[in-house]
Nanobody
Framework: QVQLQESGPGLVKPSQTLSLTCTVS??????????WIWFRQAPGKGREGVSC????????IYLHSGEGRFSISKDNAKNTVDLQLSELSPEDTAVYYC?????????????????WGQGTQVTVSS
């Protein structure tokens, strides 16, 4: 059973950078056909795809406002999927979720992912 656990610093100031970590258990993140994605859900809004990464490490940004600011990566030694967020603004305040699917491609659809973490709160405030 694949299990995901997100972690991060929680509270940051505008313009700062932070990294979120999704610790994976139950499988190796290098396993073929596993795709890993970060979603986020801002207060009062729906959950939206942020960025996805393939088994070979190719990243895809889904969030238009994240282009040039957000970066997804994998740490094979630690078995984690990481999301680095830079130039943060209060609009980036949200619960960030890690999810996984076993498939041939990434997807930004929530229903495409079978495995989910509990989420980690990110608050951007001065």
């Amino acid at each position: 059973q694949v299990q995901l656990q997100e972690s991060g610093p929680g509270l940051v100031k505008p313009s700062q950078t932070l990294s979120l970590t999704c610790t994976v258990s139950g499988t190796s993140i290098t396993t073929d056909y596993y795709y890993w994605i970060w979603f986020r859900q801002a207060p009062g809004k729906g959950r939206e795809g942020v960025s996805c990464i393939s088994p070979t490490g190719t990243g895809t940004i889904y969030l238009h406002s994240g282009e040039g600011r957000f970066s997804i990566s994998k740490d094979n030694a630690k078995n984690t999927v990481d999301l680095q967020l830079s130039e943060l603004s209060p609009e980036d305040t949200a619960v960030y979720y890690c999810a996984a699917r076993r498939h041939l491609v990434c997807s930004s659809r929530l229903s495409a992912y079978a495995y989910w973490g509990q989420g980690t709160q990110v608050t951007v405030s001065s």
